[in-house]
């Protein structure tokens, strides 16, 4: 690969990072009645879709078991939610929003949309359908992304012969303007 393409994979990268770090420590720092945007994101689901289960938001939403269940007793000590047992399987767990958790969302229904406007303020549309593509690219490279990596890693700790390009392009140092792994 040329020193010009690794360099701007390296610098779309760090820039990559360092979006989803800002959006995340943005994201955190706003909370509705206590409740932090990603609360509110569940409230969203559980009001247009109905009740649903603690693994299913953890699993659509990619949060821990851990924090999908820190969020939800944040939700229902607040009174916005009510976890509910299924009647023929107890050991399911189903999060329902309360009167008073759709009256909050009700009334604050325009976050949800102003983050979006704000995120992409400025964009053409040509440009947001452009990066759509790139976004549903980038999933679906990450698809594989831990078990490839994770592949690499013992295989490079088994391999005695000198390394492949790929290897040795990462251990390689190089002046870059950029952090790197």
């Not at 690794?6 to 610098?11: K, T, V």
């Not at 939403?61 to 009647?87: N, P, Q």
């Not at 790139?134 to 490839?148: H, I, P, Q």
């Amino acid at each position: 690969m040329e020193d010009s393409t690794w360099g701007r994979l390296q610098e779309a990268d760090w820039l990559f990072r360092k979006m989803i770090r800002r959006y995340v420590k943005e994201r955190d720092r706003v909370t509705v009645a206590g409740i932090t945007l990603p609360g509110m994101l569940i409230l969203h689901k559980i009001i247009n879709e109905g009740e649903q289960r603690l693994g299913d938001l953890a699993e659509e939403f990619d949060f821990t078991s851990g924090a999908i269940t820190a969020l939800s007793d944040k939700l229902e000590k607040a009174g916005y939610t009510v976890r509910k047992r299924k009647e023929d399987d107890r050991r399911t767990v189903l999060l329902d929003v309360t009167d008073k958790g759709r009256e909050l969302y009700d009334r604050n229904d325009n976050i949800g949309a102003r983050c979006i406007t704000l995120l992409f303020e400025g964009f053409t549309e040509e440009e947001i359908a452009l990066q759509s593509r790139f976004y549903e690219r980038m999933v679906s490279n990450l698809e594989k992304f831990s078990e490839t990596l994770l592949t690499l890693g013992k295989q490079n700790a088994e391999v005695t012969e000198p390394p492949t390009p790929e290897q040795k392009r990462s251990s390689t140092p190089k002046k870059s303007n950029y952090l790197s792994y």
